[in-house]
């Protein structure tokens, strides 16, 4: 979780009220969304990028982070793009009898469609990066996102970490009684065992804690102390934001120039 | 009738798969007690403090806190009497930060904003966890670990304080820093500790009272001198005395009138130094 450091540092989205930095994603995610030129999506990669900078997350290791993943999922989606949309062509391959067209609608919409999923990573980024986890997990219980999730999701990230130690001891001491080279196949079966363990140890730490949180009188209902409080910077940053993508939209809409 | 913190009548328990962890054990903690339950791995001590918390029913027998039967009705009462440490931290700790795990019990108690911080505050205190709140448990050392669980349970503020092998997994400084918060809790509070270990050279220091059980039966039952003087019971429970105690068994001719020491401190005022 290297993101998690930067959510120390005093800028301005970690002094944020994290219900304010959840819902300012959640809009800036649907204009993302929305939005059907690249000039407003510019213009919202703008709005992050000098987010960021506010927030004293270094940009080059932010745009490395959020780029990284990017030619990986959204790439491999938007790749035949170009060749099966038709429109006005702009190079035209033959293979003798199979000819293969790219079109510059084509290249647009993946063009389009990478940007896009670049904006909704690097926003999610940027709210991971910029909020503690447990604000994020607070945050999200006051928002009355359905409980059972926000539960899940706190309970995930609290013993992840211990899940990752165990898996790693595993590895050791199955490693420090392995003498020759193991063949591929034996490796597989080592690795299913360990699965398994893994996965009936994870039963076992469920019904553990389940007993914990039944004998400090647990019966089904998560309570929480009200501990935030929205002040008016909050509520200025948040009105500002979304306007700001609000207008994105609809300049975009209105077909106000852009390309 | 009024002094009886818990008391476990004719209780057997059998886990779903047919393993018979206790037998017919007769049990009295007195209000204001501190007594520790030894036993080898497996002779059901983790099971028994389960029954007197009420996560289990036992099979045959009565389970009864401060007077009220440890079942239906009764189990949110018994519950916030009965502050149940579980053995591994990891286990009670399962919110996101310290702060949230120490509300957790009172805020399942109904109280109110006001009162669950109060609470809160004073429990984290009492176990030297002040400035702790926002910490996240995969961060804390695993002395602070167990202190932190601890507290999660005082922060319901429970007349019965039971802990199962308090002292697994600690280095000597977290032995030593528990044992002090574990007295100082007991003299200030007049909390009844039931304390289960096999940790016989720690238990002397925390417990006035031994129950010894063995394979799923109590086969010993008072103070702690006492048992550990008599070897048999320890033999046949898989158990030792204290090292000290095993030392003056060793070369004493006899055991005096107080029977012979079990702590360091203990053997050396009895050999005149101070």
Redesign the interface.
């Known amino acids: 979780m290297q993101v998690q450091e930067f959510s120390g540092l005093a800028g301005v989205l970690q002094k944020i009220d994290p219900r304010v930095k959840l819902c300012s994603f959640i809009v800036l995610v649907v204009s993302a969304v929305a939005v059907r030129t690249l000039t407003s999506l510019f213009i919202l990669s703008l709005v992050i990028i000098t987010l960021c900078a506010l927030s004293r997350i270094p940009i080059r290791f932010f745009l490395l982070r959020t780029t990284i993943f990017i030619p990986l999922f959204a790439g491999i989606i938007a790749l035949p793009l170009p060749f099966i949309t038709p429109g006005t062509p702009l190079a035209r391959f033959a293979f003798g009898l199979l000819v293969v067209r790219i079109s510059s609608e084509g290249v647009y919409k993946a063009a389009l469609f990478t940007f896009r999923v670049w904006v909704c990573v690097a926003s999610s980024v940027l709210l991971i990066s910029t909020t503690k986890f447990h604000e994020l997990i607070h945050g999200m219980e006051k928002l009355r996102l359905p409980r059972i999730l926000v539960l899940m999701m706190s309970v995930t990230y609290r013993f992840i970490f211990l899940f990752v130690n165990e898996a790693h001891r595993m590895v050791l001491a199955m490693e420090s009684r392995t003498v020759k080279r193991k063949r591929w196949r034996d490796a597989v079966r080592s690795l299913a065992s360990m699965m398994a363990t893994l996965f009936i140890r994870s039963y076992e730490r469920g019904e553990r804690v389940y007993f914990a949180m039944t004998a400090r009188g647990y019966t089904g209902t998560i309570r929480s102390l009200d501990e935030m409080s929205l002040t008016r910077r909050d509520l200025f940053l948040a009105v500002a934001f979304f306007l700001i993508c609000l207008l994105v939209v609809a300049t975009d809409y209105l077909h106000l120039g852009g390309w | 009738m009024e002094n009886v913190a818990i008391e476990l009548k004719d209780v057997s328990y059998a886990y779903p798969d047919g393993h018979v962890a206790l037998q017919r054990v007769n049990l009295k903690v007195v209000r204001g007690e501190r007594i520790a339950i030894l036993g080898a791995n497996g002779a059901g001590k983790s099971t028994l403090l389960?029954l007197m918390?009420g996560?289990y029913a036992p099979s045959t027998g009565t389970v009864s806190v401060l007077g009220n039967p440890a079942t239906g009705r009764y189990l949110?009462t018994v519950?916030?009497e009965v502050?149940?440490v579980?053995q591994?931290p990891?286990?009670?700790?399962?919110?996101?930060?310290l702060w949230?795990d120490v509300?957790?019990?009172p805020?399942?108690?109904g109280l109110s904003?006001e009162e669950?911080?109060i609470r809160s505050v004073e429990a984290l205190r009492a176990m030297a966890l002040e400035g702790y709140e926002?910490k996240?448990?995969?961060h804390l050392s695993a002395g602070e670990k167990k202190r932190a669980a601890i507290a999660?349970?005082l922060a319901?503020r429970p007349k019965i304080l039971i802990l199962d092998e308090p002292t697994a997994n600690l280095d000597p400084k977290g032995r030593r820093e528990l044992a002090k918060l574990l007295r100082t809790l007991h003299d200030s509070q007049s909390l009844t500790l039931v304390i289960a270990t096999h940790d016989v050279n720690f238990v002397p220091e925390v417990a006035d009272r031994a129950c010894v059980l063995n394979c799923g039966r109590l086969v010993a039952d008072g103070p702690m001198k006492e048992i550990f003087s008599e070897g048999s019971v320890m033999e046949q429970a898989n158990l030792e005395p204290p090292i000290i105690t095993q030392l003056y068994r060793a070369v004493a001719k006899d055991q005096g009138t107080d029977g012979f020491p079990l702590t360091v401190q203990e053997a050396l005022s009895e050999l005149g130094y101070h």
């Open positions: 389960m918390n996560l949110s519950r916030r502050g149940l579980f591994d990891d286990d009670q700790l399962f919110c996101p930060t949230d509300c957790f019990g805020l399942n108690m904003e669950v911080r926002d996240l448990p995969h999660t349970v319901m």
